[in-house]
T-cell receptor, first 112, second 111 residues
Framework: QKEVEQDPGPLSVPEGAIVSLNCTYSNSAFQYFMWYRQYSRKGPELLMY????GNKEDGRFTAQVDKSSKYISLFIRDSQPSDSATYLC????????????FGAGTTVTVRA | DGGITQSPKYLFRKEGQNVTLSCEQNLNHDAMYWYRQDPGQGLRLIYYSQIVNDFQKGDIAEGYSVSREKKESFPLTVTSAQKNPTAFYLC??????????FGSGTRLTVV
């Protein structure tokens, strides 16, 4: 079993829909949770960064962390064609931990 | 502007050749990483380095080598021992417990 599981999709939604992405993990030591967006043939870019459990909102994006269930989510409201990309979740443990564990990524297409 | 620069963007390798991928950062980050990404797969860690002159193997280090002589630079050599090197290679850097900053990647193709 992988340390971080993420449904690879693909996920196709109409413009304006809410996109829901999620990851599950097995390591209870994880405390730092991130979402990256990767456009085709580009490097991933950091989208959201959260520490421990709770919600974080940034514009149309909301990240949720439920440590009791070992489950994290990313919601994209009012999705746009420019949101079409691969979304990767990532997480790490203690404050002295450099390495991230990545999910496989979910490919999202927003249809105009 | 601060960031990570990977070069070249595209690289072609003949069978039996070694090739070196360049990665330079001016973010003053301590740690640097090399990942390999294949179609439909996630990121797989090749090597990482937390300080100068020290580096550790990742999950798929066989057929690859690295050096970390300067804080800013972390070149990756794909040796002839790597039997399936065609892939998209990503370099990243970070400070402890923070997210990574990625480069724009190098696409390596064996011809």
């Amino acid at each position: 079993q992988k340390e971080v599981e993420q449904d690879p999709g693909p996920l196709s939604v109409p413009e304006g829909a809410i996109v829901s992405l999620n990851c599950t993990y097995s390591n209870s030591a994880f405390q730092y949770f991130m979402w990256y967006r990767q456009y085709s043939r580009k490097g991933p870019e950091l989208l959201m960064y959260t520490y421990s459990s709770g919600n974080k909102e940034d514009g149309r994006f909301t990240a949720q962390v439920d440590k009791s269930s070992k489950y994290i989510s990313l919601f994209i409201r009012d999705s746009q064609p420019s949101d079409s990309a691969t979304y990767l979740c990532a997480m790490s443990g203690t404050g002295n931990d450099y390495k991230l564990s990545f999910g496989a990524g979910t490919t999202v297409t927003v249809r105009a | 502007d601060g960031g990570i620069t990977q070069s070249p963007k595209y690289l072609f390798r003949k069978e039996g050749q070694n090739v070196t991928l360049s990665c330079e950062q001016n973010l003053n980050h301590d740690a640097m990483y090399w990942y390999r990404q294949d179609p439909g797969q996630g990121l797989r860690l090749i090597y990482y380095s937390q300080i100068v002159n020290d580096f550790q193997k990742g999950d798929i280090a066989e057929g690859y080598s690295v050096s970390r002589e300067k804080k800013e630079s972390f070149p990756l050599t794909v040796t002839s021992a790597q039997k399936n090197p065609t892939a998209f290679y990503l370099c990243a850097s970070s400070m402890v417990a923070m997210g990574y900053t990625f480069g724009s990647g190098t696409r390596l193709t064996v011809v």
